[in-house]
Each structure stands twice: as C-alpha cells, then as structure tokens.
C-alpha cells in the first residue's frame, strides 16, 4: 500500500517529490475525512454557490477489490465466493481489537464490500503468533487466509507460501525499499538506461524532479558534468536536501 506525495513544478506538470509505503500510511481515513467535509455548512454553502460535486473514493473498497483480483489471478481460490484477508502485527491486543474505532470501521467497510459483491469471508485481527501454516498456505483459526496486510515493516514471515502462490502479502517486507527517497534518485540518474521503453523515459523525465544521493563524485546537470557537491554547495536556493528514510516532514532541508 502505497501513496506518492506530488507537487506542481513551475511548467504546471506534477512532480512525485516521495513515495510512502506503510499499512498504517495516511490515506485510510479518506472516507471519514471525506464524510466531515460533506457535513460541514461552511464547506457545503462553498460546494453549492460554485458547483462543485466531491468525487468519493472508498479505499478499503479500492484495497478489497485489488485482493479480490489478485486472488483470481493466482487461482487461490473464490471458487465458492469466499475471501479472507488478515490485519497481522504484534502491537495487536485484544483489548485494542475491540476498543480500536478505525478496526471497526475496517470490519464495517469488508462487511459492506462482501454485501455488494455477494461474497463470503472473515477479516481478522491477530498477531503473528496467532497464524499457522501448512504447505498449503496460511491459517487462523482453521481458516484459510488469502491476503495478510502486514503492519509491521520488516520480512515477511511467510516469503515461501508468496513464492509458493498460497498467500498475498501486502508491504511487509518491501516497504523498507519500496519507501526509501533513494528510489527517486535511481529513476532520475538512470533515465537514459536501456532497462526503460521510451514510453517509461518519457514518464520518469515528466513526473520525477532532477534527484541524486549526494555523495562526493561528477554528476550530469543540464548537459554539464559537475561535481555533486559543489553544485550544490553553489546552488543551494534550488536544492531539497532530504534523508533517504524519513517521515512526517523531519530530516527536510530546503535552500
């Protein structure tokens, strides 16, 4: 799970600044969000006077039919229409579970998708202590799991069922690269390598900004090989300095 934080660069084009992947990323609570903004007179008076429609996107719907499709996709099963995903971290408690009320609008929103795709399933909540597994893939409690959301970044504990197409994962294991501020970087210094089909360069030149790891060796800027440093040394009004693993706007330093 995913979400790309972007910017409008001064041709007006959208420039992909970050990439962020974690299960506990922001952009889950859009539909709550989305549902205080509608209730909101000032908001509504705003939407009326200028004609103006929000577009809703339901995420967890968004998210439950990816699965779906993955799931068909890999033949794991929904032969008999059923689906059954787990929330799985070892910060998980049972008292948690229960008082949590973003887990229970998580249980409403499966409740509502299985309801308008006529499927059958169980969501769960569980620690890792709590799955089981088999040849044949993960269990809770007797049930086949098609889909683990792992909360906790680091290695996945079930990487052989993966391989094996007997379980999905989601982040886990690569959220550490997948979030890392260096992959912008490689993109950029890469763009004329033969790994991309010109549709690709095309991509990357128009939606990720000039970016390199700043280390002490010659890069090419504007058609002119320079020293890293020293361009940036020398130019540091057009530079954003950033950590290559950072979160909530820390370790920023801009100009």
Request: charged share 25%; aromatic share 10%.
């Amino acid at each position: 799970l995913g979400r790309g934080d972007f910017i409008l660069d001064l041709n007006n084009e959208l420039k992909c600044i970050e990439f962020n992947v974690s299960a506990n990323l922001g952009g889950w609570q859009i539909d709550s969000i989305t549902k205080g903004y509608q209730n909101s007179s000032v908001i509504n008076e705003y939407l009326v006077t200028n004609k103006i429609k929000i577009k809703e996107v339901n995420f967890f719907f968004n998210l439950y039919e990816h699965i779906r499709d993955i799931v068909r996709v890999l033949e794991m099963g929904l032969k008999n229409q059923t689906l059954n995903v787990a929330y799985i971290s070892d910060k998980f408690s049972i008292e948690e579970v229960k008082q949590n009320e973003q887990i229970e609008a998580i249980k409403e929103y499966f409740a509502l998708f299985k309801n308008a795709y006529n499927l059958d399933g169980c969501l769960f909540f569980r620690r890792y202590e709590e799955l089981n597994s088999t040849n044949e893939g993960v269990f809770c409690m007797g049930t086949r799991i098609h889909c683990i959301l792992e909360m906790d970044s680091g290695p996945s504990r079930f990487i052989h069922l993966v391989k094996n197409k007997k379980v999905i994962t989601l982040n886990g294991t690569i959220t550490i690269l997948m979030c890392n501020k260096l992959n912008l970087a490689i993109l950029s210094e890469n763009l004329d390598n033969i790994v991309f089909s010109e549709n690709e360069k095309k991509i990357v030149k128009k939606h990720i900004p000039w970016s390199r790891k700043l280390i002490n060796t010659e890069t090419n800027y504007n058609g002119k090989l320079t020293s890293l440093i020293d361009l940036v040394i020398n130019n540091q009004e057009k530079f954003v300095l950033k950590k290559s693993i950072g979160f909530g706007g820390e370790d920023v330093f801009i100009g």
